[in-house]
């Protein structure tokens, strides 16, 4: 007889989860298997996943068109070093996503996450300038910026809770002012003035600051940082790990404006959330730059698992699923997240509730603002005991729930939130 392994006590030995204070949070959930917008536990209690499982889940869990495509690449090719060799869900997926993206984007450059194809972009703007011979080395990101977690991308990022024990170590940054409340393109402008011509690259999250609190901007303010980086001959870094395939409604965030970015970056939803896979896609001129005999002119940047198959082949099987039929049900979403928030905005200590796609976000009233409100940690709790997966970042709360949610799942979620603020 097998004896059933324990994964709770396994867990509690020997396992340190990403942000997550052992000394204070609570158990987590052992989750044996997931479908569609819903997590089951050991018992078969289900959760509906309404954040995405950290805003990758695209067409929900275990798609079967997904699952397939890895069953089938993983049986064929599930490895093979990426210097020096090739293979076709690598180059299939480099020409869908050229072929999607906006114009002028030629040339992919595959990492393993949102972090890492942050990081590759940096790097790539930083050594495009020196390849051409100019000394430029300052970067300019927005405040309330979230890039990731390793040293470029967290220098990039805002400077906070998240950053605070590092704060030395990391590069400066020029800030620009938040795009919420402030002129940016002013901001950008000033910039200009005072370092002129030693500003490298602009990065920004498209429309939507995502873990600096769902913070959302306006498409004209995007246009207006495109045209002046553009005359500036600035590359312009569009940062869509968080609202590429069709979270904020087009396939990108930078559609709303119309805009092409000298490099964008892919992650979370590349590969309908399925595996990890990061994507750093590029200017014909930055690769150019790099293109010579010379050695030295090299981008001496890779990963082990770069370009992994199996990945590459959950990331085609994705994009096959973000056709017409997906839009409509993102538009879907956008519907029900703007009736539900004429009823939330109702709801007295609720502030501030905003739509973007498939994203809706509110702040419940409280004496301080940021990522420790207890609000945060009280309705994760509350909500998971109505079988509800939300994770506010401090008092912002927001639903960010897979494409294929039905409407009593979005419901349940809206009236979980709902009570919570009108118990307050
Ligand atoms: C806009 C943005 N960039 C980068 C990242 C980092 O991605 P990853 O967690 O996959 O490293 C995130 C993660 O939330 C993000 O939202």
């Known amino acids: 007889m097998t004896s059933r392994f324990d994964i709770r006590s396994a867990?509690?030995?020997?396992?340190?989860?990403?942000?997550?204070?052992?000394?204070?949070?609570?158990?987590?959930?052992?989750?044996?298997?997931?479908?569609?917008?819903?997590?089951?536990?050991?018992?078969?209690?289900?959760?509906?996943?309404?954040?995405?499982?950290?805003?990758?889940?695209?067409?929900?869990?275990?798609?079967?068109?997904?699952?397939?495509?890895?069953?089938?690449?993983?049986?064929?090719?599930?490895?093979?070093?990426?210097?020096?060799?090739?293979?076709?869900?690598?180059?299939?997926?480099?020409?869908?996503?050229?072929?999607?993206?906006?114009?002028?984007?030629?040339?992919?450059?595959?990492?393993?996450?949102?972090?890492?194809?942050?990081?590759?972009?940096v790097k790539i703007a930083l050594q495009y300038h020196r390849n051409r011979g100019e000394d430029r080395r300052l970067v300019a990101a927005l405040e309330n910026a979230y890039h990731g977690d390793t040293f470029g991308a967290m220098s990039v990022s805002a400077r906070g809770l998240f950053t605070e024990p590092f704060t030395p170590l990391l590069f400066d940054v020029a800030r620009l002012a938040d795009p919420v409340e402030h002129d940016v393109v002013a901001s950008l402008e000033q910039l200009i003035d005072s370092r002129g011509r030693g500003l490298a690259a602009v990065i920004v999250e498209p429309l939507?600051?995502?873990?600096?609190?769902?913070?959302?901007?306006?498409?004209?303010?995007?246009?207006?940082?495109?045209?002046?980086t553009a005359a500036n001959g600035i590359p312009l870094i569009a940062d869509e790990v968080l609202t590429g395939f069709g979270r904020t409604g087009p396939l990108f965030a930078c559609e709303h404006a119309g805009v092409s970015p000298d490099i964008m970056c892919l992650s979370k939803g590349l590969t309908g959330g399925a595996l990890p896979l990061g994507a750093t896609l590029v200017r014909a001129e930055l690769?150019?730059?790099?293109?010579?005999?010379?050695?030295?002119?090299?981008?001496?940047?890779?990963?082990?698992?770069?370009?992994?198959?199996?990945?590459?082949?959950?990331?085609?099987?994705?994009?096959?699923?973000?056709?017409?039929?997906?839009?409509?049900?993102?538009?879907?979403?956008?519907?029900?997240?703007?009736?539900?928030?004429?009823?939330?905005?109702?709801?007295?200590?609720?502030?501030?509730?905003?739509?973007?796609?498939?994203?809706?976000?509110?702040?419940?009233?409280?004496?301080?603002?940021?990522y420790l409100n207890p609000v945060g940690p009280a309705l994760h709790r509350a909500a998971l005991d109505r079988g509800v997966l939300l994770r506010p970042l401090g008092n912002t709360i927001y639903v960010l729930p897979p494409y294929c949610s039905a409407d009593s799942d979005l419901a349940e979620a809206y009236d979980v939130i709902a009570e919570f603020a009108s118990a307050r």
């Not at 839009?327 to 007295?348: D, F, N, T, V, Y």
Request: net charge neutral; with cysteine; proline share 4%.
């Open 208 to 228: 939507l600051l995502g873990a600096g609190g769902m913070r959302m901007w306006r498409p004209d303010a995007l246009r207006g940082l495109r045209d002046v």
């Open 11 to 121: 867990d509690e030995r020997f396992i340190w989860h990403p942000y997550t204070q052992h000394g204070l949070n609570q158990a987590p959930i052992p989750v044996v298997r997931a479908e569609g917008a819903w997590l089951y536990d050991e018992t078969g209690r289900r959760i509906f996943d309404a954040v995405s499982s950290w805003w990758v889940t695209l067409h929900g869990h275990a798609h079967p068109r997904i699952t397939a495509a890895i069953a089938e690449q993983a049986a064929t090719l599930e490895q093979v070093i990426f210097a020096g060799f090739t293979h076709e869900p690598a180059a299939r997926l480099a020409a869908e996503l050229i072929a999607r993206a906006p114009v002028g984007l030629e040339r992919v450059f595959f990492s393993d996450d949102g972090s890492t194809a942050v990081e590759a972009a």
């Open 287 to 370: 690769f150019e730059s790099f293109r010579s005999a010379d050695r030295t002119r090299t981008l001496f940047h890779g990963h082990s698992y770069t370009a992994n198959p199996i990945a590459c082949a959950a990331a085609l099987a994705s994009l096959s699923l973000l056709d017409d039929s997906c839009a409509e049900e993102r538009r879907r979403i956008e519907r029900s997240h703007l009736r539900a928030a004429k009823r939330l905005a109702g709801i007295r200590g609720v502030e501030n509730v905003r739509v973007l796609g498939t994203v809706l976000a509110l702040e419940i009233r409280a004496d301080s603002a940021g």
